[in-house]
């Protein structure tokens, strides 16, 4: 029994692949022919003789599962080496098969597929944040109830290149975090930053599309619901607490205009959707409920979310014992997401002395309770038509929610019947700005919903 496990752990892991787009093609070419896939083969049907041992057990995808078999695909596959199915049974059935990776994406087949191939006791990578996020718990305890150990790794469900999951996993092991938030979506990262030049909404939203960065339907991307599954993974890893995802309050950028990145400028601040959980803290000791929410937040060009520019991503976790630490890099893209995915497949194939995956992929586990009625400063920009007493009556509104206004910001007024001004306030509810800007919209003056987001004003935050 012994020599058979020893055999087990020394030839090539197997793998099915479930899904043959853009990262799944990424997947392919990196572990074929950077990790050898191609050369085990050979090795294997005895064309060439194998290579010296490594920490890392080889690896082979053996099987690609995809909808249409006829399709053209990006990437070339070896037909020696890799068999093209389309039922994914051919690949949850056969014990050869070591690992399942699942990039096809969507939360019904692939949910199936990564609960069935845990069950059977094959491991699976997985980028599929949408579908760790709604069944979160439902993995969890498959891969707890499974007897043969399986591993469930998803490096590139959040940020795409950024180990922001591996870190998290392990290396706050000793620490204690406040506070993960960041900018978790490339595509209205880039779309923001070519508004921020003034371009237009619409305008920039077809040239992500033109690029690829954007979908045909965009939006999971420009609505927030991207990142709301991602921080939602985040949440669960930093604080051990499950957050239903529709309980996320989330706020994409469809609202904002050139106009907001104006007064944003003047304040020495850009915009950026932002992702953020954290615990409430009244008086800075960090133990209050949890607060996860998602919306384009006013930044300092200082800060180091600032810094994250075309589709990049960035994520900053401020924690006890490190203080605010920082992890910028690519968040999508083909061998972007592809290299996180190889990398979870080698740490599920290391052997001894290697990296590896750790045991339970949510480590963490807490009953801290859910508060997403989160504190922030805030910035408001108000369309009106021009008259008398509109900013006293601004201040009354406030007054009368308990908001105090820290300025009042204001450009020449080029159109009476068509104007802006930002207000900014102090900390308040996101309930008490919420029900103000509901008074301001139904005033004479009004022509608009007013536009709300939080403010940073510490390089903490």
């Known amino acids: 029994m012994a020599l058979a496990a020893a055999a087990a752990a020394t030839r090539p892991l197997r793998i099915g692949m479930v899904g043959g787009g853009t990262v799944g093609g990424g997947v392919y070419e990196i572990v074929m022919d950077r990790l050898g896939g191609t050369a085990l083969h050979a090795a294997e049907s005895g064309s060439v003789p194998p290579s010296t041992p490594r920490k890392t057990r080889g690896c082979i995808i053996t099987k690609i599962c995809v909808r249409d078999l006829t399709k053209p695909r990006s990437f070339h596959i070896n037909e020696a080496a890799t068999e093209l199915v389309s039922d994914v049974n051919s690949i949850l059935q056969d014990d050869s098969i070591d690992m399942v990776v699942e ?26 944040k949408a579908l760790i996020a709604e069944h979160l718990d439902e993995i969890h305890n498959a891969v707890k109830g499974s007897s043969s150990n399986p591993k469930f790794a998803f490096e590139a469900a959040v940020c795409g290149g950024i180990p922001i999951i591996e870190t998290l996993q392990s290396c706050y092991a000793g620490d204690v975090v406040h506070e993960v938030m960041g ?15 003034g371009a237009d909404y619409n305008e920039v939203l077809k040239e992500a599309q033109d690029l690829g960065y954007a979908e045909a339907d965009p939006t999971a991307d420009v609505e927030g619901h991207d990142v709301r599954a991602k921080i939602a993974i985040l949440a669960k890893l930093a604080f051990g607490t499950t957050v239903p995802v529709d309980s996320i309050p989330c706020m994409g950028i469809t ?44 930044v300092p060009n200082d800060h180091l979310l600032a810094s994250a520019r075309g589709a990049g991503n960035a994520i900053a976790v401020n924690s006890a014992n490190l203080g605010t630490a920082s992890y910028i890099g690519p968040g999508a893209g083909r061998f ?11 740490r599920v194939a290391a052997t001894t002395g290697a990296p590896s995956v750790v045991s339970d992929p949510f480590p963490l586990s807490s009953n801290i309770a859910l508060d997403n009625d989160y504190s922030s400063a805030f910035f408001l920009r108000i369309s009106f038509q021009d008259g008398l007493g509109i900013i006293r009556t601004i201040g009354e509104l406030a007054e009368r929610h308990g908001v105090s206004i820290n300025s ?20 308040c509810k996101l309930s008490q700005i919420k029900a103000m800007c509901n008074d301001i919209e139904l005033q004479e003056f009004s022509t608009g919903v007013p536009l709300c987001m939080p403010l940073m004003l510490n390089l903490h935050e």
């Open 408 to 427: 009042v910001l204001q450009n020449p007024i080029k159109d009476h019947l068509a104007a802006d001004f930002v207000v900014t306030t102090e900390e």
């Open 255 to 298: 609202g904002i205009t050139p106009v907001d990145f104006e007064y944003a400028k003047l304040m020495g601040c850009t915009i950026k959707l932002v992702g953020t959980a954290g615990r409430l803290s009244q008086y800075g000791e960090h133990d209050g409920a949890l607060s996860v929410y998602v919306s384009p937040k006013v």
């Open 336 to 346: 972007p997401t592809a290299n996180s995915v190889v990398a979870d497949i080698c």
């Open 103 to 128: 990039v096809m994406g969507g939360t019904t087949l692939a949910r199936t597929v990564v609960l069935e191939a845990l069950k059977s006791g094959k491991s699976v990578v997985t980028a599929n």
């Open 183 to 197: 900018i978790a979506n490339g595509t209205t990262n880039y779309m923001l930053g070519k508004m921020e030049m």
